[in-house]
């Protein structure tokens, strides 16, 4: 079993940035802390340029001490090398020594070529305690913000991708897998994502073989069940003869559907994407029913004629079995769209079934025989999804019942 990495990589960022706000806090510290020594040699020598000699009165080299001291916050001392003070400015009381009592800073003896030393303090301002605080809280801050930011980023990629693998499945690209990258709990579920999807791939595909082979093997029994049909014409009875050719009819239908479907299912794109005339492929399925009335201006759309042809058949047929005479097709354009209305006057559906009509094999629950069973509406949504658009039923006033389909329209010219 793989060992949870995930939790292991925050702790370490945490630990990383705690490390950097320890060193950057210490680097403070010192800064502030520390004396400024490297400025010694430099001070030194300005100091010594600037007292007169050593045989010079107290009195001058107060005043010359004092001048030097004049708007800065230190303390100073001029001492003879006997160690006695020849002159002091500043608000130390006492001799300046090395040491620093009281937190105070520590003194710097600069040694002059004629003996005498100077020995200085500075005062050093320190941040209000309110303000150090802030300043080692947003150091803090940027340390862990810093420190996670890749891990979290990388993190949030990766989950990106899956997310994305996820959606892809899930709008019918059964092939979409997703890469698996490193070794964690995100690389675990996205292998376990790619076994789902693959096992879920390989029984759709199974699925729609099936489907596929089993309705292409009902062709010959069938064949030999027309072949038997036709020889006994002269001698069956009438009745029973028209029923059998009837039911051989549907089976027809229904076995051409189930393989139309099944094809629809395993191929992505259209066969054939050309230009088509609305008006005119619904004038020659309307023509087809007597009581069809066609009704609109020439519209044109892209696809495959053939599949827009049966969807168009599949509603006239669905409203002339399932609704009433006449039957109106109406074909109307938009600014981007084209609309096929298909309305009949049979009793309507309920609003909570217009929606479960295109289920493959819906039945209603009305009497009837076999009302809404089939792959018709089914495949009138599958066809007109593939070519970027939908159908719904919607109620109307006047026809009861009332099946649009909207296309994308092609430019017009």
Known sequence: MTMPRLYLRFYVALLGSLVVFAVAAALIFHYFSAPPERF?????????????PATAPAGEQQAVLQKLLNGSHADIALQAPDGSTIARAGDAAGALGPHHPGGEPPAMTFHLPDGRSVVARVAIEWLHPASMLLLCLGILALAVGVGAYPIVRRLTKRLERLQLGVESLGSGDLAARVAVEGNDEVASLAQSFNRAAGRI?????????????????????????????????????????????????????????????????????????????????????????????????????????????????????????????????????????????????????PAEERERVFEPFYRRRQPGPNIGAGLGLALVRQIARRHGGDVWCEPDAQTRSRFVVRLPAAPVR
Not at 40 to 52: C, E, V, Y
């Open 40 to 52: 010694s040699g430099f001070a030194g020598t300005i100091i010594q340029n600037a007292l007169p």
């Open 201 to 349: 791939e390989a029984l759709v595909g199974a699925h729609k073989n099936l489907l596929a082979n089993a309705s292409h093997e009902l062709r010959t029994p069938l064949a030999r069940i027309r072949l038997a049909v036709e020889m006994l014409k002269e001698s069956a009875d009438t009745r029973r003869r028209s029923g059998l050719e009837q039911d051989i009819a549907e089976l027809d239908q229904l076995i051409d559907e189930v393989l139309l479907a099944s094809r629809l299912d395993a191929v992505n794109g259209l066969d054939v994407d050309e230009e088509v005339d609305l008006i005119a492929l619904a004038a020659e399925e309307c023509s087809r029913y007597a009581d069809a009335q066609l009704d609109g201006d020439p519209v044109h759309v892209r696809g495959d004629p053939r599949l827009l042809r049966r969807l168009l058949r599949n509603l006239l047929e669905n409203a002339q079995r399932h609704g009433a005479a006449p039957i109106t097709v109406q074909i109307t354009r938009d600014s981007e769209h084209a609309c096929v209305a298909v309305s009949d006057h049979g009793p309507g559906i």
